[in-house]
């Protein structure tokens, strides 16, 4: 990875989301940064006057908060829109395009983090550590003696088998769990056997684990059906978006005990969460932070500082995607 130092004219730079304090100090150094989070797109111009708006010439942004073409068209000097993470579906790929916008990320940089967090719920949802604390606390050590299943020789489903699903599978292997997964095609050097309904797969897993990408084409993907189909005795762990499991058929397959129990680092319109579906029993919820470690920060910074050094030295930047411009 190349980094480079930039002109000293110091771009203008606008953060849409937080920033590791080391990060957003490195980016002091070398960009104008303004600071958007959480502002609605239509308030910038109360924050930031129509002359800093006309000098952004980069965006920081994630793939959960993104950058449309709405706000693109605020931002006339935009030249590089920068995901600090692996995800970039709320990013308009096609308006990057069509004004040759570079849109980089950093692919892998949070990866062995997810694929922990992940293994944590399956092991935490499969052994009730949760519930089974509180038990303790409140007295009832001998009435919660009771058995509960494990990840040992159970069938692990996954729903994408990029490069979380791969880790995620490793991992798995040191429980003898057997592996299954649900992708559009199968891929020769993935590990476990291909499903090409997502319900045979739900149906045939003990455990089911999403790490596809969000957007449009996993909407709701995983649905009450489903969880249905997952049954009585399986558990679903999403370390994905909160967008591909509907979440109110999700609330209902829990109350119902259609499914045994669900672990989510993400939801549906976070951080809003639904009062019914907090008081599911059966639930398993962490904020947000299944890539979030010391390692995965330190390293989607580098790829960050690294992507607009590349950029604005003029040399070929190693994370960008290639965006195919469309008819105008």
Same mark, same amino acid.
């Given at each position: 990875m190349r980094i480079s130092s930039p002109p000293r004219d110091l771009p203008g730079l606008l953060a849409l989301i937080s920033l590791p304090a080391a990060t957003e100090a490195a980016l002091r150094q070398s960009y104008t940064l303004h600071t958007m989070v959480d502002v609605p797109s239509e308030a910038w111009h109360r924050q930031l006057d129509a002359s800093a708006l006309h000098a952004v010439r980069a965006v920081v942004t994630n793939g959960s908060t993104g950058l449309n073409a709405a706000q693109m068209a605020r931002l006339p000097a935009l030249e590089i829109v920068s995901a600090f993470g692996a995800g970039y579906e709320n990013i308009d790929l096609a308006a990057a395009a069509q004004r040759d916008i570079v849109v980089t990320h950093a692919p892998g940089a949070n990866a062995a983090t997810v694929a922990d967090h992940a293994m944590g719920m399956l092991l935490a949802l499969a052994r009730a550590y949760g519930p089974l604390t509180e038990a303790v606390r409140q007295g009832r050590w001998q009435?919660?003696?009771?058995? !509960?299943?494990?990840?040992?020789?159970?069938?692990?489903?996954?729903?994408?088998?990029?490069?979380?699903? !791969?880790?995620?599978?490793?991992?798995?292997?040191?429980?003898?769990?057997?592996?299954?997964?649900?992708? !559009?095609?199968?891929? %020769? %050097?993935?590990?476990? !056997?291909?499903?090409?309904?997502?319900?045979q797969l739900a149906s045939a897993s003990d455990f089911l684990v999403i790490t596809c990408p969000g957007g449009a084409e996993t909407l709701h993907l995983v649905d009450r059906t489903i969880l249905r189909a997952l049954g009585p005795n399986g558990y679903l762990v999403n370390v994905s978006r909160g967008s591909v499991v509907d979440t109110c058929g999700l609330i209902e397959a829990l109350k119902q005990h259609e499914i045994a129990g669900a672990g989510l680092d993400v939801i549906e319109g976070e951080p809003t969460v639904p009062d019914a579906l907090l008081s599911c029993e059966n639930l398993l919820i962490t904020p947000h932070i299944a890539g979030r470690s010391p390692a995965s920060q330190h390293a989607q910074g580098a790829a960050l500082l690294a992507s607009l050094s590349q950029h604005f030295c003029g040399l070929p930047v190693e994370f960008a995607l290639e965006l195919t411009r469309g008819p105008a």
């Open positions: 009435t919660s003696r009771t058995e !509960r299943p494990t990840l040992s020789g159970a069938a692990l489903g996954i729903i994408g088998m990029g490069r979380i699903g !791969r880790l995620i599978a490793e991992r798995a292997h040191g429980f003898a769990m057997t592996i299954g997964y649900y992708g !559009r095609h199968p891929r %020769d %050097d993935a590990p476990g !056997r291909h499903y090409k309904q997502l319900a």
